[in-house]
T-cell receptor, first 111, second 110 residues
């Protein structure tokens, strides 16, 4: 069974640009959640989707958005990038009732 | 917002038992407590999950008191390869948000 796949693995963007990250969950998993990981703030919850609906949202500005498609794949978008957005962005999938499985993450560097 | 706290770091020696406690005062009533292990440049890896009392699997045990305001991950007979950062994850009962603890960096020495 394939695991959670995140693309791209690495990304370099300049300030002011926007970026879209992709997450393909494990087959059969309907819930996808996103996290930002930085050395200073640790793992912080961004949002959670279940069956194409945003179920929860963390305390991030509106520049951070996401969506989930009918096949459960999810994307997150960050607009007007800032240097502080440099982080490892992790996606996790679950059936909704079991433990979450994480992808390898996308490392975003904003220069 | 719920505060989920763990010790920042712990040291141990090979063969010892390690216990890492996570405090989660505002845990949601009906959700599980989950622990993850993370190595550098990798996503967190599931270790164990529980709702109450004690859960044991092939790699760890999880102890949860009746009030569920804390949980303790127990790693029996650690080895050098258990050197990693360990996180607890809970859902808080305020905004229903998933909240990670700050992570405990475990260093296992020979």
């Amino acid at each position: 069974k394939a695991g959670v796949t995140q693309t791209p693995r690495y990304l370099i963007k300049t300030r002011g640009q926007q970026v879209t990250l992709s997450c393909s969950p494990i087959s059969g998993h309907r819930s996808v959640s996103w996290y930002q990981q930085t050395p200073g703030q640790g793992l912080q919850f961004l949002f959670e989707y279940f069956s194409e609906t945003q179920r929860n949202k963390g305390n991030f500005p509106g520049r951070f958005s996401g969506r989930q498609f009918s096949n459960s794949r999810s994307e997150m978008n960050v607009s007007t990038l800032e240097l502080g957005d440099s982080a490892l962005y992790l996606c996790a999938s679950t059936t909704g009732y079991t433990e979450a499985f994480f992808g390898q993450g996308t490392r975003l560097t904003v220069v | 917002l719920a505060k989920t706290t763990q010790p920042i770091s712990m040291d141990s020696y090979e063969g010892q038992e390690v216990n890492i406690t996570c405090s989660h005062n505002n845990i949601a009533t009906n959700d599980y407590i989950t622990w993850y292990q993370q190595f550098p440049s990798q996503g967190p890896r599931f270790i164990i999950q529980g709702y109450k009392t004690k859960v044991t699997n092939e790699v760890a045990s999880l102890f949860i008191p009746a009030d569920r305001k804390s949980s303790t991950l127990s790693l029996p007979r650690v080895s050098l390869s258990d050197t990693a950062v360990y996180y607890c994850l809970v859902r808080d009962n305020a905004g229903n948000m998933l909240t990670f603890g700050g992570g405990t960096r475990l260093m296992v020495k020979p």
